[in-house]
């Protein structure tokens, strides 16, 4: 979906309003976006610490690798014409000639 950078999302006249040692959680901004806006990572581990290690106490480099490997193995190659495949393939070739020189 991607990050929306829209004046609204990222609320920088909000931001200016609330007094310095003052808070974000009442002013309308947060009441319109709180329930859409929160973004949980997908690799982060949201469990206790007791649950995280019930689970196989994974880092994020494992969970990283773990999801690396999910997504090669369900990758399904998208439907090519054959002349483009081709074109392409020629290209590459005259490319790895001309970068050898």
């Not at 004046?7 to 909000?14: F, G, K, Q, V």
């Not at 690799?43 to 990283?64: C, H, K, P, V």
């Not at 439907?79 to 020629?90: C, K, M, Q, T, V």
Request: no cysteine; hydrophobic share 40%.
């Amino acid at each position: 979906q991607g990050i929306d950078l829209s004046d609204e999302a990222l609320a920088m006249e909000s931001i200016a309003q609330v007094e310095p040692g003052g808070h974000h959680l009442g002013t309308p901004h947060t009441m319109r976006h709180f329930r859409s806006a929160f973004y949980r990572a997908e690799l982060f581990d949201y469990n206790s610490a007791e649950q995280w290690q019930i689970e196989g106490s994974l880092t994020a480099m494992q969970r990283a690798n773990a999801k690396y490997k999910q997504l090669l193995k369900a990758y399904e190659r998208p439907a090519l014409d054959p002349g483009i495949e081709e074109a392409l393939r020629d290209y590459m070739a005259r490319r790895k000639l001309a970068l050898r020189g």
